[in-house]
Structures are given as C-alpha cells and as structure tokens.
C-alpha cells in the first residue's frame, strides 16, 4: 500500500482537490493517506470530507487516517505533500502588509517575492526543513511535492539544505495558455506552448497550432482588448519585453519597479492593479468557509471530479512508469543556460518511475533572463539570511528586490526589515 502523506491537510479545498485526484487514479486508489494539520479543527473537516469522497468515490479502498504527530504522519510515506502556511492571515499576513505601508510600501499578493515574500520565506523555512529531519528519519526515499509559497525560495532551502528530493508545484503553468487564448477570444485546440523562466515568472516562450506562431494574433488582439481587465499588467510586460508570463497580472506588478509607484499613483487604475489583494482574499475565504465548510463536512454524498493539480498526475507516472510531463520548479543545474546555477528554475519536466527529469532549455531570450535575475537576487540573498542566521543578510534581499528599492530609501528598507523582525517576534527564528 503506498503512502501519502499531506502536510497542511488543514487547507481543505486543496487537500480536496488533490487527495481526491489520488482516489480516482487507479494506481492509487488504494493509498493510505495521512492527514496532518497544527489546526485540529480544520483537520478534522478535512478527514469527514475525504473520508466521503472516498465512500462515494472511492468503494472505501484508500485508507485516510488523520495524525496529531508529525512524524508518525510521514513514517513509510513515498510521497510528501506540503501546503502549509506558517503564521496564518492573523498575525503574520496583517503584520507582513500592514507595516510596510507605514513606510508608503505597498503590496498586492506578497507571498513569492517583496517584502511580504522574504518575511514569509524566512518563518517557513524552519518548518519545512524540520519535516525534512524527520523525512530523513522515517521516510528518507520520499518524494516531497511542494506547493508552499514562495515556491523558488522554499524548494530552494530543501534542494540545497536536505537530502530528500524535492520538486517544486505551481498551478500556473499548465492553465496559463488556455488562460491567454481564451481571454482574447481564440480558441484552445490543437495547440503546442513551452514554457520556461522561474515560478511566477516564467514564459511562454512558444505557442503555436499546427506550426503557426499564434503570438503575432495575441498582440494584435491585447491591443485590441476593452479596459480595463484583470490582464492588462500581463499584457504591458508581453508588449514591452515581447513574452506573455505564467503568473496573473496581481502578482507580477509587485515583481517588476514600474508599476506600484507613490510617484505615479495614477498607474494604479491604468493597469487595473488591486491593492492588498491577498489579505482581500484571506477575510473574503475565511468568511466564507463558515459556511462552505459546514456544507462541505455535512454532504454524505459529495463527490470528485479529478483536476489539473499535478500531484496526482506525478504520483501515476512514478507509480506507472508511464511518463508524464510537468512544469516542475528544480535546481538549475545548466537548464537555463543563462540564469545562476543555484536558483530554482521552472521548466518541463519528464516524470516516470526514475523521478522527476528536468529538461535543457539553453538561454532564454536576454531581456526575459535579466527579468528573472532581479527576482532570483532576492530569492537567493533570502536563502543566505535563512542559511546563515545573519540580518545583514535580510537587508540585502529586500535592498535589491525590484518594488521595494525603487519605492524606498537604504534607511528606510533597513528600518522596515527591523521593524517586521520585530513584529513578527517568535515566529521567526533569532538573526544577529
């Protein structure tokens, strides 16, 4: 009986989604499943609705067993799930938003990069590498399947950190040119795209149908296109540096220094940006799962339809030799040619009973690379401060990420930093 393991299983929409893909793949469907969750409550939920799905779904077949230890959880797991998140809404996602705009900073997502990234790298990064302790104890051959934010700096500290092997998943890649087409009003059919660059930043660097470029039609049609929509940072970043981007147009206005800007507040409606979106979304979810989530435990009869998640899909492969291509977030160890050798960078990748092969993608086009470098400075200056305990450190990676130095003075970022060390208190660990 194969053993899966989900960390986080607290997350109950997308323990759903993935553990109910794992009951409907046929070499999986006889798994046991262990669920665990610091949250008692929402595990429990957790455990009523996937216990459901798997009567319903299921013919019983998989065992799901809820864990309050940690470590019984992944002993004799093959494959790790992770989807926690250290700190919550309250205090740490009020804390990483609400301080930087007492300095006039502010933010959309901030989970992958920004002030709100490090911060959130640096109190998550403990508790993934103690899974991986005990990972190393009681289930050293595992597979771990992150989906924890930000992707490239956690897959990061467990790639270089630990032993165990780690692939990094994002559900932006494999949605985004279905996503680009439809938007424009063009079909989705028969098309062929690669994709390439870093996690939320990587880039349609081909799509075609039948051997026709289609990306001459995309920019004449996004020029085309009413406004305002939920695209148009995307559609900026296409027509100025000639690639559309994976991750949504929220995301990447806080990656790049040109579009949230004190000095030009007018950007802000131009492009349709919605500030502090992410903690918008965090009430709007928390909220709503007062009722969703009474519905949800109490339906006898609810069932599951399998999604696009990858997890299930690279489980089959390694459980099925039959191969399976995925955009993975890996070690770039000459993949892309052009971008340093220790970022994490996402590329397809060949999934089968060897493991997760990551494919050679060369340079990527020069304004596309020097774009991924900006961000991977921070990422990898984030790790170092991790690695090393060290602030000056911390310094460093919000003193070189992209929106927080083109809106803030030296003192200022290094003042910011002390105040969100400060602020965040027990929850990250001691730097000096």
């Given at each position: 009986?194969?053993?899966?393991?989900?960390?986080?299983?607290?997350?109950?929409?997308?323990?759903?989604?993935v553990l109910g893909d794992v009951m409907l793949t046929p070499s999986l469907r006889d798994s046991e499943i262990a669920l665990y969750d610091i949250d008692q409550n929402r595990l429990i939920e957790s455990e009523v609705i996937l216990k459901n799905i798997n009567k319903n779904c299921n013919s019983n077949r998989?065992?799901?067993?809820?864990?309050s230890d940690r470590k019984e959880a992944l002993r004799g797991a093959k494959y790790v799930v992770n989807a926690i998140q250290v700190g919550g809404y309250e205090p740490c996602t009020v804390?990483?938003?609400?301080?930087?705009?007492?300095?006039?900073l502010r933010q959309t997502i901030g989970d992958t990069l920004g002030i709100g990234g490090i911060f959130r790298a640096l109190r998550t990064m403990p508790v993934m590498l103690d899974f991986a302790k005990d990972m190393e104890e009681v289930c050293p051959n595992a597979w771990f399947l992150n989906y924890t934010n930000p992707m490239a700096i956690l897959t990061g500290a467990m790639l270089r950190g630990t032993s165990i092997k780690t692939v990094g998943l994002c559900h932006s890649v494999q949605v985004c040119a279905d996503y680009l087409l439809k938007g424009l009003g063009m079909e989705t059919e028969d098309i062929?795209?690669?994709i390439a660059g870093i996690n939320h930043m990587a880039w349609l660097l081909e799509i075609t149908r039948k051997g026709e470029d289609l990306y001459p039609e995309i920019k004449k049609r996004a020029l085309q296109r009413e406004t305002p929509h939920g695209d148009m940072v995307r559609y900026e970043i296409m027509k100025q540096f000639g690639y559309y981007v994976t991750e949504s147009s929220e995301h990447n206005a806080e990656y790049m220094p040109y579009f949230i800007k004190d000095k030009y507040?007018?950007?802000?409606?131009?492009?349709?940006?919605?500030?502090?979106?992410?903690?918008?979304?965090?009430?709007?979810?928390?909220?709503?799962?007062?009722?969703?989530?009474?519905?949800?435990?109490?339906?006898?009869n609810i069932e599951h339809k399998?999604?696009?998640?990858?997890?299930s899909y690279i489980m089959e492969a390694m459980e099925t030799d039959v191969p399976y291509k995925i955009g993975g977030n890996v070690l770039n160890n000459g993949l892309i040619t052009n971008l340093p050798k220790d970022a994490v960078v996402e590329?397809?990748?060949?999934?089968d009973r060897s493991g997760v092969t990551p494919c050679h993608i060369g340079d990527l086009p020069p304004q596309l690379a020097a774009l991924?470098?900006?961000?991977?400075?921070?990422?990898?200056l984030t790790l170092e401060a991790a690695m090393t305990g060290k602030k000056e450190y911390i310094y460093h990676a919000a003193m070189l990420d992209p929106h927080t130095s083109s809106e803030l003075s030296i003192d200022d970022i290094i003042a910011l930093c002390d105040d969100l060390i400060e602020a965040h208190g027990n929850w990250l660990p001691k730097f000096v």
């Open positions: 009986m194969t053993k899966i393991a989900f960390m986080g299983a607290g997350s109950t929409i997308f323990a759903k989604n998989a065992k799901i067993v809820a864990y804390t990483d938003f609400e301080i930087p705009k007492k300095y006039g062929q795209w690669k507040p007018e950007l802000i409606e131009r492009f349709n940006i919605p500030l502090d979106e992410y903690p918008r979304r965090c009430v709007a979810q928390i909220n709503g799962w007062k009722q969703l989530g009474k519905d949800l435990v109490n339906n006898k399998r999604t696009s998640e990858y997890a590329v397809p990748c060949l999934v991924n470098r900006t961000n991977i400075n921070t990422q990898l």
